[in-house]
């Protein structure tokens, strides 16, 4: 009886592991966009992915834009060459669950809410010139698992105080 949420960002992976087994499979310099549409980072088909310009992909990846061009990697060099050519493929796929957990009554009052946060979350940066993939770059959690517990000695009174303090 107690709520439960859920939150899904749409994807073709059931799980972090076969996000990261998929973005495993691009390699730069040699994976053309064909391949990177039939591993699932389809930009037109797969939902919530995001489109960079090359602006956009030169901030995301570099700390600083003022630092040694030695230290840049070559595919990010080769975007600010080619300017507009270069495009930025940006997907973040994940699950996150949210269950609450305890007493529905001591829950329902006010007094006592466990909430159990568990899931997935995975992001992924792709680096596109002429078709061909430049570069990539991975992040992610592979487990989520939190809980939040928030206690109200006053239970359903805890909050008049609140609504006290905001009036005139």
């Not at 994976?31 to 995301?60: C, H, I, W």
């Amino acid at each position: 009886m107690l709520p439960d949420a859920r939150q899904d960002v749409i994807s073709p992976w059931a799980d972090f592991d076969g996000a990261k087994s998929s973005f495993d499979q691009i390699i730069p310099f040699q994976t053309d966009m064909e391949t990177v549409r039939k591993l699932g980072f389809d930009p037109y088909k797969t939902a919530n992915m995001q489109v960079l310009n090359q602006a956009q992909v030169v901030s995301a990846v570099l700390p600083s834009p003022l630092q040694e061009r030695s230290t840049i990697p070559q595919g990010i060099r080769d975007c600010m060459q080619v300017q507009q050519d270069c495009v930025g493929y940006l997907m973040e796929p994940g699950k996150i669950d949210q269950k609450r957990l305890g007493n529905f009554l001591l829950d329902f009052l006010n007094f006592k809410r466990n909430t159990l946060t568990t899931g997935w979350k995975f992001s992924a940066l792709i680096v596109v010139i002429d078709n061909k993939v430049v570069y990539k770059q991975w992040t992610g959690q592979p487990k989520i698992e939190s809980t939040d517990l928030r206690t109200n000695p006053l239970g359903p009174l805890q909050s008049m105080g609140e609504t006290l303090k905001a009036l005139p």
